[in-house]
């Protein structure tokens, strides 16, 4: 059973903060994504890794980093929290590059920027 | 890159009837089509998916089209249950510029189903 966890499930940050959210699969999985949930917007990608130090931009990357020290951990980093950074923060993994691989979700981090 | 619609947002049925989510996607070389379940309060998990080589799939209850010809994938569900009641995002490969593949999600419908 593929296990995706998530540091926090609830963060409350103040604008200017630096925030670490951190993901770790358990599946020996090849790829890691951070998507951001916003109603009426979908999940939309902020970066993707698919190899130890590899990352990739997502579709909406601007604000964030992202940090892969090891195979199973996946950081998301704001340097500078700003309020429009509020919003549902969900890694994911799955086993393979290319097309027919299913992504595992982890429970989501609510990420709260005042 | 690739551009998911989903429609849509909301969807209202009766228990029993059936249910049709529709999606379309912009990049004709997109060749895999997911199908994500989130339940309130959970994590997003893949309830079925297709591939551009495959006109249709079923599993149980669930089934979902594709047409490549007009770019647009459905979703749809026979004899729902108050436990289909979700917010379902359907999504699309899209291949990035290093050669890698990454998922475009549309931006979800909420179902409700009533009993």
């Known amino acids: 059973d593929v296990k995706v966890t998530q540091s926090s499930r609830y963060l409350v940050k103040r604008t200017g903060e630096k925030v670490f959210l951190e993901c770790v699969q358990d599946?020996?999985?090849?790829?890691m994504f951070w998507y951001r949930q916003d109603p009426g917007l979908g999940l939309r990608l902020i970066y993707f890794?698919?190899?130890?130090?590899?990352?990739e931009k997502g579709d909406i990357p601007e604000g964030y980093s992202v940090s892969r020290e090891k195979k199973e951990r996946f950081s998301l980093i704001l340097e500078s929290a700003s309020t429009n950074q509020t919003s549902m923060y969900l890694c994911?993994?799955?086993?393979?590059?290319?097309?027919?691989?299913?992504?595992?979700f982890g429970p989501g981090t609510r990420l709260t920027v005042t | 890159g690739e551009n998911v619609e989903q429609h849509p947002s909301t969807l209202s049925v009766q228990e029993g009837d059936s249910a049709v989510i529709k999606c379309t996607y912009s990049?004709?070389?997109?060749?895999?089509f997911p199908w994500y379940k989130q339940e309130l309060g959970k994590r997003p998990q893949l309830i079925i998916d297709?591939?551009?080589?495959?006109g249709e799939k079923k599993d149980q209850r669930i089934a979902v089209t594709l047409n490549k010809t007009a770019k647009h994938f459905s979703l749809h569900i026979t004899e729902t249950q108050p436990e289909d009641s979700a917010v379902y995002f359907c999504?699309?490969?899209?291949?990035?510029?290093?050669?890698?593949?990454?998922?475009?999600f549309g931006t979800g419908t909420r179902l409700l189903v009533s009993p």
């Open positions: 297709i591939r551009s080589n495959v």
């Open positions: 999504a699309a490969m899209d291949l990035v510029d290093t050669g890698f593949q990454k998922l475009v």
């Open positions: 994911a993994s799955s086993l393979g590059a290319g097309s027919g691989y299913e992504q595992y």
């Open positions: 990049d004709s070389a997109s060749n895999y």
């Open positions: 890794s698919y190899d130890v130090k590899m990352k």
């Open positions: 599946m020996d999985h090849e790829n």
